[in-house]
């Protein structure tokens, strides 16, 4: 965290060297009139080490002022005496706003040049006393914002906001907290008022959405600030907040510029279904059918996977799947291994025999069923089934395709080396195929078998 603390950064428009900042603190070292004399430019030049001096509280009119000699930022001289205090702070490399605070009831007719008294957004009196010429006094009730009066306090900030900018400030902070009056726009129990400005959460943050609106339409959003304090329990003029979790997560999002909107995803709809909305085109250009190589989607994108599995980058081409994969003659397997053929990983039967011309042996006949190794007397139904399934099936996986006595090629010779049992365990004599006969004929030659005894 020390590492971060020291760490560029940009709040708004501000180009920050750090991260510390100074917090506004009232120093009363203003004239009577509010303005800045050359002790305030001497006070914040001499910490413009900071990366950002957030100035003591200025009124923005003469009825926001609530303490004696306290700076203001809305005459010609107010900006005089405030360019003094910027240029110093400039000099020294640091950067300053200055903080717009109306206190409304937090006042006394004492401090104010006119000297006439408090404003609030309600006639409540606050609680407690406030400092003045003459000592501690209590603060007197005030007097009620008509609704015009509202705007043209509105109005005040923006002049103030427009007055700063021109004193050489890098920027303005509303303040919204402490109980002053953008703070007593949001309690419940100062703003009790029954038009715009009171009552819901909307009309309660009015006023300080215009605020912000209007200091920010003036100078720019990237160079205002607000500060705000929810559930602070040490408010000036017994200032209590009912709804706080409520309150200014609705006043945040209010404040938030607004996003921009996207356009909304336009539906995609086939051709010929309801709603669909056709491709216009010029009258003298036809339109023209889609082109479609595949009738689904992602039918072409399969088959061009499919082709590129089988090809290398830079290497030879590779046979596609199902094509006759040639190999070697070996001592083991003396006959191509073509008749397997791959398709997808998968491995298939070979093509049946298309005739029988010698059955086998009437003897047991130990097959794999369903459920395991099983073992078929001769003359029984199920010696003729299992007699049929032998002579279909072909296990090249654990035979060589020599060892094959259904091969569709040619008649197949037992080595003098192998004796007959070896050659076809559990089959009886090697089965030789002949060419052109006809299923009859099989069905035929394993009937006989069924019928031996």
Not at 93 to 104: F, N, T, Y
Not at 149 to 174: K, L, M, P, S, Y
Not at 356 to 385: C, D, K, M, Y
Request: positive net charge; aromatic residues 4%; proline residues 11%.
């Amino acid at each position: 965290m020390l590492d971060s603390l020291w760490t560029p950064t940009v709040a708004g428009k501000i180009s920050l060297p750090h991260r510390l900042a100074m917090a506004p603190l009232t120093r009363s070292r203003a004239t009577p009139d509010g303005v800045p004399t050359e002790l305030n430019a001497e006070y914040y030049a001499q910490r413009a080490s900071h990366a950002l001096i957030i100035t003591e509280g200025t009124q923005p009119s003469a009825d926001g002022q609530g303490y004696p000699v306290t700076p203001g930022i809305y005459t010609d001289e107010h900006i005089a005496g405030w360019r003094k205090v910027t240029d110093a702070v400039h000099k020294a490399d640091g950067r300053i706003v200055i903080q717009l605070m109306h206190v409304g009831r937090i006042s006394h007719p004492e401090n104010t040049p006119h000297h006439r008294q408090p404003v609030a957004p309600s006639a409540i009196k606050p609680a407690g006393q406030t400092f003045t010429g003459s000592g501690m006094q209590e603060m007197p009730e005030p007097r009620a914002l008509s609704t015009e009066e509202v705007a043209a306090t509105v109005d005040d900030f923006r002049r103030a906001a427009a007055a700063a900018i021109a004193a050489g400030a890098d920027g303005v902070e509303i303040h919204g907290a402490n109980g002053y009056l953008v703070h007593q726009f949001l309690a419940t129990n100062t703003n009790q008022r029954t038009d715009q400005y009171g009552g819901s959460l909307d009309n309660r943050i009015r006023f300080a959405v215009e605020v912000a609106t209007a200091v920010a339409d003036e100078i720019g959003a990237d160079r205002t600030g607000i500060r705000l304090s929810p559930g602070n329990p040490f408010q000036l003029g017994d200032l209590t907040e009912d709804d706080p979790h409520e309150l200014y997560p609705h006043l945040v999002r209010a404040l938030a510029p607004p996003r921009p909107r996207l356009p909304a995803p336009r539906p995609r709809r086939r051709r010929g279904t309801p709603g669909h909305t056709a491709r216009a085109v010029a009258p003298h250009a036809a339109p023209q059918p889609r082109r479609h190589r595949h009738r689904h989607p992602r039918q072409g994108h399969r088959q061009r996977h499919r082709r590129r599995r089988h090809r290398g980058l830079n290497g030879p081409r590779q046979p596609r799947p199902g094509r006759a994969r040639t190999c070697r003659r070996t001592p083991e397997h003396p006959r191509p291994r073509h008749l397997l053929r791959r398709w997808r990983g998968r491995l298939h039967r070979l093509p049946r025999p298309r005739s029988l011309t010698q059955a086998p042996a009437p003897e047991a006949i130990s097959f794999l069923g369903r459920f395991g190794v099983r073992t078929a007397q001769p003359g029984s139904g199920e010696h003729a089934l299992a007699t049929r399934a032998v002579c279909r099936r072909v296990t090249t996986r654990s035979r060589p395709a020599a060892l094959n006595p259904h091969s569709p090629h040619r008649t197949w010779t037992r080595p003098p080396s192998m004796t007959e049992d070896e050659a076809t365990p559990g089959m009886g004599t090697p089965i030789e195929p002949t060419r052109g006969s006809s299923p009859k004929r099989e069905k035929d030659a394993i009937g006989e078998v069924s019928d031996s005894p």
